[in-house]
């Protein structure tokens, strides 16, 4: 195995690559701005990005946020959402905003968000893959001469068909007004609607307003049943072998058998013994014997 070696400095070096990149983009041409133009460029841009930045997402028609667009993320042109126009000095009035493909020659007047079955593109109803299709409005198939249009049936994790989906593009206004998340402000090109880790999960797996929402309270302490996902009935058998001694405890404290990030083996141990003098003079009170673990036991 290779081992990569930098010089003195060399690693801050790549750190301010990094940044630059982030910040510029594409918007160099793919020759780096002098340290004069990137100090320009930031000047200008810059206070523009911040004040105007546009989330792009993809919403189901529960209005859940299926997919955050970032950087990265691909057009149905199959170019990605960075090659794309993000930055605007003054956001459009009409409505939906259209943000067209930059790469020359590409007839892409604004970006749609396709997914992808696994690795690969979805099919059209006419079986030819997405990116066989033409990236200019109408979409229809460079394969066949039957499609009118591309339209795939292909359904997403929320349950729904990927045609009822819509690419959404919308000021930070627009957003806080439905109430979802619109995160810090950035100077970064093109974060669409990235606005942390957690955004690049699938809606249905986001505890956020963008996606599926936190479960409730009552949802956290239901009982475990024989429906549950078996690790669920595997946590709460190690937690306790009598159902009594579950009774009024709730799911909080089958948490706190976890051992938190920051504690050492001791503070640990020490919590997790309170714990447990607690609850057995709680038990005590009622009249309820608990179970006896194995330093009890004499094991």
């Given at each position: ?130 990116d066989q299709h033409s990236a200019a409005p109408g979409f229809v198939c460079n394969a066949c001469s039957k499609c009118s249009g591309f339209h795939s049936c292909f359904t997403c994790a929320c349950g729904q068909p990927a045609y009822a989906h819509d690419t959404v593009v919308e000021t930070k206004q627009e957003r806080l007004a439905q109430g979802k998340p619109v995160g810090q402000d950035v100077p970064y090109a093109a974060m669409g609607g990235l606005t942390g880790f957690s955004s690049l999960a699938e809606g249905y797996m986001r505890l956020d307003d ?90």
């Open positions: 195995m290779e081992r990569l070696t930098l010089p003195p400095g060399g690693a801050a070096a790549v750190d301010e690559y990094v940044e630059y990149r982030r910040i510029v983009g594409e918007d160099d041409g793919g020759k780096l701005f002098t340290p004069e133009e990137y100090e320009e460029y930031k000047r200008k841009v810059l206070p523009m990005r911040l004040q105007n930045r546009l989330y792009v997402s993809w919403r189901s028609p529960m209005g859940m946020d299926c997919k955050l667009v970032g950087p990265e993320t691909l057009c149905f042109c199959t170019h990605r959402y960075k090659q794309h126009k993000t930055d605007f000095e003054t956001i459009p009035l009409q409505r939906p905003i259209s943000l067209p493909c930059q790469v020359r020659g590409c007839p892409c007047r604004a970006y749609l968000y396709v997914p992808l079955n696994g690795t690969q593109p979805i099919r059209c109803r006419c079986k030819h893959f997405a963008s996606g599926i929402g936190a479960p409730s309270a009552e949802f956290l302490d239901s009982p475990v049943t024989a429906m549950d996902h078996p690790f669920l009935k595997a946590f709460q058998a190690s937690s306790s072998s009598s159902p009594e001694t579950l009774t009024g405890v709730g799911t909080s404290s089958q948490v706190s058998s976890l051992r938190k990030p920051e504690e050492d083996d001791m503070a640990f141990f020490e919590r997790r013994h309170q714990e447990r003098v607690s609850l057995l003079e709680n038990l005590k009170q009622r009249g309820t014997k608990g179970p006896l673990d194995e330093s009890e036991r004499g094991e």
